[in-house]
């Protein structure tokens, strides 16, 4: 490929940016591979999809499609508000939760600023913080033979805290590791974070953790005013293609970031959707129910089989399947997985290249998965 003519008129800190990868779409393998019957377990989605309250609310929402949306999203804000607790001024609405992250990096860096965050974390804090030209300070992870492996460090991120750092990321829990933070170090760690400096808690996976002692960081908010709380509906609400999330937040944090928010930034059948979901707990209850019995298949096959993985809380795992001294590595493990109409997503990009992350499927898909890596790795 030929060198960008343009590049030198970038910002420098877009220059050095790769664009965010992500899981490869049905369509694309059935071009690339001519195959069918495909099952794709790389973005953690929900595999029941969305509320069917949900599907309703858009049908609806159409009528109006003519129109702009609320710019303000007040009937969500009010359902979220509702639903946790929160008055509307502290509520932020993005186009999924990676729009908020954005969102924050414009209003708190500078080029003369850094955020920091953990190794093995979720793509979308570098390109953030690149994107408005700031540095970044990545804190060595916790190591594999921890009972997080590759897990946040909370010391080791304490103790990286600079003159420079204006802008923390703890993902919890993790993508792509599955790790995740107890509430009592979690919050010694907010607290001991110098009130200049925003903390930014990214629950995504927030509504499938089942693990006693995992926090509600929004309930925080009252104690730390530097700490932002984001979420999104496109996990266990299964909108991910609607695109819908948001933020809590002390009110003049909400402010800002509504300063710099795009008009428009979450479309009409976005909104619909997301009030109707908050409103279906039986949905939500279906969706954890079913996940919490996926991750328990695949990490018995794992146990069972003598296979590593990094336990997990979310709706995904990362399963070992490859290391310089086998045969296969992950690579080409998930070259056949791909050949057999299985999507998966490999995280080399997070530099964890002997490691596969897999979204839970319903059973029948993690039986499939399953039953292909027991023939690929010949266990």
């Given amino acids: 490929m030929s060198q ?58 159409m009528q109006e499609i003519q129109l702009y949306p609320d710019g303000n999203g007040f009937e969500l804000k009010k359902a979220i508000a509702e639903k946790f607790g929160f008055d509307l001024n502290q509520i932020t609405l993005g186009n999924g939760s990676n729009d908020i992250l954005e969102l924050i990096a414009r209003v708190f860096l500078t080029p003369a600023d850094e955020s920091l965050f953990s190794q093995y974390s979720f793509a979308v804090y570098p390109l953030a913080t690149q994107a408005v030209g700031a540095s970044m300070n990545i804190v060595s992870a916790l190591p594999e033979d921890n009972e997080m492996p590759l897990g946040h460090d909370l010391a080791a991120m304490q103790a990286a805290i600079s003159d420079k750092t204006k802008v ?41 953790v089942q693990e006693a002692g995992y926090p509600d960081c929004s309930k925080l908010i009252v104690k730390y005013p530097n700490l932002i709380v984001t979420r999104t509906f496109s996990k266990a609400h299964g909108l991910a293609g609607v695109r819908v999330g948001f933020s809590i937040s002390h009110p003049d944090i909400a402010d800002l970031l509504n ?60 399963i070992k399947v490859g290391s310089n001294n086998e045969k296969l590595g992950a690579a080409e493990i998930d070259e056949q997985l791909l050949r057999n109409g299985i999507i998966v997503r490999p995280v080399a990009n997070y530099k964890m290249p002997e490691y596969l992350r897999v979204t839970v499927g319903t059973k029948a898909e993690n039986d499939r998965l399953l039953k292909a890596l027991e023939k690929i790795m010949n266990l």
Avoid at 183 to 194: G, K, N, R, S, Y
Avoid at 265 to 287: F, K, R, W
Wanted: with cysteine.
């Fill in 4 to 61: 960008n003519k343009f590049i030198d008129l970038a910002c420098d800190g877009v220059k050095g940016l790769n664009p965010y990868q992500p899981g490869k779409p049905i369509s694309e393998l059935e071009r690339e591979y001519g195959v069918t019957d495909i099952i794709k377990l790389a973005s953690n989605e929900n595999p029941l999809g969305p509320s069917k309250k949900a599907m309703q609310a858009m049908q609806e929402a």
């Fill in 168 to 208: 923390i990321f703890v993902a919890n829990p993790n993508n792509p590791t599955g790790t995740w933070l107890k509430a009592a170090d979690l919050e010694a760690f907010i607290a001991a974070v110098p009130q200049n400096i925003i903390v930014v808690v990214d629950e995504a996976y927030f509504e499938y």
């Fill in 259 to 318: 300063r710099v928010r795009q008009p428009f930034n979450v479309n009409t059948m976005a909104q619909a959707a997301a009030v109707a979901s908050l409103a279906d707990d039986e949905h939500i209850a279906a969706s954890v129910a079913s996940n919490s019995a996926g991750l328990k298949q695949i990490m018995e096959f794992c146990d069972a089989k003598g296979v590593g993985y990094i336990p997990s809380v979310g709706n995904f795992i990362c």
